[in-house]
């Protein structure tokens, strides 16, 4: 069935460097990449969000890229702040309305 | 407070017990869901709902009931809980009715079935 890999599962930087967060999908269909930001006790927020017709996207800090031929997608978190330290999912819709997530990445920034 | 509230926060139950979580939104949003968040899962659909009255499975759906009868409300049932079904669950919504708009999530119900 469809899948979404997500690496790594922990990651940890110091507070100014860069974090990249890497997600893999199974589905040549998918055509929509979101990305969430949870921090503890919270539900899920949407940070940054990709369609298949674009290769990049950025927003201040964050960035998303997609490659559709190798089916990946990245996201890149530069100047890392202690903000930041969050756990984060990647998903990719399936279907008009389901989006099927990756297992998160728990992001550490060392001051 | 506009947004999308869920009840209770915490909940421990028995095994066999009924329980029901509740999901309110405020935004007429048409689409609601439930998720469940499990260590190394990410989130997992168990249902949604395109609107009132229209209800549909998600990836996991056995042993859950959900029920829409008014566009705000999106209550979710495990009818017989087991310890399979600890979990921290999250209802979120999104508008218009397509699948690459934001969806909004609530804080969670941690259920804790002993």
């Known amino acids: 069935g469809e899948n979404v890999e997500q690496h790594p599962s922990t990651l940890s930087v110091q507070e100014g460097d860069s974090a990249v967060i890497k997600c893999t999908y199974s589905d040549s269909a998918s055509n929509y990449f979101p990305w969430y930001k949870q921090e503890l006790g919270k539900g899920p927020q949407l940070i940054i969000d990709?369609?298949?017709n674009v290769g990049e996207k950025k927003d201040q800090r964050i960035a998303v890229t997609l490659n559709k031929t190798a089916k990946h997608f990245s996201l890149h978190i530069t100047e890392t702040q202690p903000e930041d330290s969050a756990v984060y999912f990647c998903a990719a819709r399936y279907s008009n309305y389901q989006l099927i997530w990756g297992a998160g990445t728990k992001l550490i920034i060392k001051p | 407070d506009a947004g999308i509230t869920q009840s209770p926060r915490y909940k421990i139950t028995e095994t066999g017990r009924q329980v029901t979580l509740m999901c309110h939104q405020t935004w007429s949003h048409s689409y609601m869901f439930w998720y469940r968040q499990d260590l190394g899962h990410g989130l997992r659909l168990i249902y949604y709902?395109?609107?009132?009255?229209?209800?549909d499975k998600g990836e996991v759906p056995d042993g859950y009931v959900v029920s829409r009868s008014k566009t705000e409300n999106f209550p979710l049932t495990l009818e017989s809980a087991t310890r399979s079904q600890t979990s921290v669950y999250f209802c979120?919504?999104?508008?218009?009715?397509?699948?690459?708009?934001?969806?909004?999530f609530g804080q969670g119900t941690r259920l804790t079935v002993v």
């Open positions: 709902s395109a609107a009132a009255d229209i209800t």
């Open positions: 990709i369609r298949s």
């Open positions: 979120a919504s999104s508008s218009p009715p397509r699948g690459d708009t934001e969806a909004f």
